[in-house]
């Protein structure tokens, strides 16, 4: 039995096992004993993850996929989980009373989205290992100053020790993607900011929202105090500050 890709899904299978068990290797495994992969398809990551003698889950959306996995594992719940529901409605804090790492072959059409879900859940999700289109991957490790510096690297970075581990080649891949890919971890380094996690978000978004512009008149929608109007921050753009000057941006936003 296989299952064919299925472009709606976003579908690209890994076929390289070196590169599966690299990315599976990828995990440090510190501080948590289970792992949640996202979209096995036909389980190349999955293999490796279960020679782990980790406990190991999987969340799968297509139906062919889960029929093959249960084949493949005789439908043992025991040996492996598998969550029959799209991830992105997955209630986590129910299903999970551990921490634990997230790992997968991300369907590019909703890997950002994966990723702002792991920040709501960032309490519980101490590493992230993913392969992602190599364009968001480097988005997401970009430091300020680089032009691919954004809201979602911000986001990320605030909370998440971001490395680029390396680059996977088209043709690794059944169809193969028009475009490479990228894999990188995430290892968590806090969870608090001393701000509210809501107003850093809405002045980060607010600050990329017209990135051209200065901070001053981007961020003018959200009323900046009259007492800190000369403050440097706001005559520079928001690719030029770092995730910390965010934070104290957010301070004096609220101050």
Do not use: C
């Not at 490395?163 to 971890?185: A, C, D, Q």
């Amino acid at each position: 039995m296989s299952v064919r890709a299925k472009k709606h899904l976003g579908q690209h299978f890994l076929n390289d096992k070196n590169i599966a068990e690299q990315i599976v290797n990828s995990l440090t495994w510190e501080n948590y004993h289970q792992v949640l992969e996202i979209g096995p398809g036909m389980g190349v990551l999955t293999e490796f993850l279960l020679e782990q003698k980790r406990n190991v889950s999987v969340v799968e959306i297509d139906r062919d996929s889960i029929a093959y996995l249960k084949e493949k594992y005789n439908g043992i719940k025991e040996v492996l989980p598998i969550y029959e529901e799209d991830f992105l409605k997955m209630d986590l804090a129910s299903e999970f009373k551990e921490d634990l790492a997230v790992v997968g072959n991300f369907p590019y059409n909703i890997s950002s989205q994966i990723l702002f879900k792991v920040i709501d859940h960032k309490d519980m999700v101490p590493e992230v290992v993913g392969m992602f289109q190599k364009e968001v991957a480097e988005r997401v490790a970009a430091p300020h100053g680089n032009k691919t510096y954004g809201v979602i690297s911000v986001l990320i970075q605030a909370y998440y020790k971001v490395e680029y581990l390396f680059t996977v080649h088209e043709h690794v891949f059944t169809p193969p993607p028009k475009v490479k890919s990228g894999v990188i971890r995430l290892n968590r380094f806090r969870q608090d900011l001393e701000v509210n996690d809501k107003k850093f978000k809405q002045v980060v978004k607010a600050g990329f929202s017209q990135r051209r512009k200065t901070l001053r008149n981007a961020l003018k929608q959200l009323g900046i105090p009259e007492s800190q109007k000369d403050h440097k921050f706001f005559s520079m753009r928001a690719e030029q500050l770092s995730v910390e000057d965010f934070i104290e941006l957010t301070k004096i936003m609220t101050g």
